[in-house]
């Protein structure tokens, strides 16, 4: 089966850096993906890891270790817009090719 | 910059009555998508969609959901007997293909509101 874990909430405060951290258990990897996902709105896509190691994106970052099923986001200079879920999927190998979500993390930027 | 688009945004409907929430997948892609999210939990996969059949189903997608592709555009998500835990919002979403880098689109969602 597959079984992602995320922090429920977390606070950061304006202009500052939060790493957001995703475990993950599952069979057949074939990446990571983050998405962002405003209260009542689609999730829309942040970043994607296949292989270990960091991808950046402007104020992004996205960091993969498959070896202990373990990814982060990274985000930089928050801003008060940055205050969203930020959702943690891996992406199963195989003919369907969908995303197993994680429960989501929710972060609030303060002033 | 192309876009899924679904209709309609919000559905309100009697329990035991049948929906079809719809979907345009962006145009040059081939795989179709729906999931769910019931308010305040995370988001779940219903089916996945390729080559006008279904690739992949969950344990959610019973007999009470199908999917289809009636024409060259829509991609539709059929209830046929709507229960009270059906009440969610239902995201389609697309992607191009099964090439690394899977990034998949996500519509704007239909809210279904079963009473």
């Known amino acids: 089966g597959q079984n992602i874990d995320q922090p429920t909430e977390m606070t950061a405060t304006e202009g500052a850096i939060v790493q957001i951290n995703c475990t993950y258990q599952t069979s057949g990897f074939n990446g990571l993906f983050w998405y962002q996902q405003h209260a009542g709105e689609a999730p829309t896509f942040l970043s994607y890891n296949v292989l270990d190691g960091l991808e950046e994106k402007g104020r992004f970052s996205s960091f993969l270790s498959r070896s202990k099923g373990y990814s982060y986001l990274l985000l930089k200079e928050l801003q008060m817009k940055d205050s969203a879920s930020y959702l943690c999927?891996?992406?199963?190998?195989?003919?369907?090719?969908?995303?197993?979500f994680g429960p989501g993390t929710r972060l609030s930027v303060l002033p | 910059e192309p876009e899924v688009t679904q209709t309609p945004s919000h559905q309100v409907t009697q329990m035991g009555q049948e929906v079809i929430l719809r979907c345009v997948p962006i145009s040059n892609h081939l795989y179709f998508y729906w999931y769910r999210q019931i308010l305040g939990q995370k988001v779940e996969f219903l089916v996945s969609?390729?080559?006008?059949?279904?690739?992949?189903k969950s344990e959610i997608f019973d007999d009470q959901f199908s999917v289809e592709r009636p024409d060259g555009s829509n991609f539709t998500l059929k209830i046929r007997s709507t229960k009270l835990e059906d009440s969610a919002m239902y995201f389609c979403?697309?992607?191009?293909?099964?090439?690394?880098?899977?990034?998949?689109?996500f519509g704007p969602g239909t809210r279904l509101t079963v009473l």
């Open positions: 979403a697309s992607s191009e293909g099964l090439a690394g880098g899977n990034e998949q689109f």
């Open positions: 969609f390729y080559n006008n059949e279904i690739s992949e």
């Open positions: 999927a891996v992406s199963k190998r195989g003919y369907g090719q969908n995303f197993v």
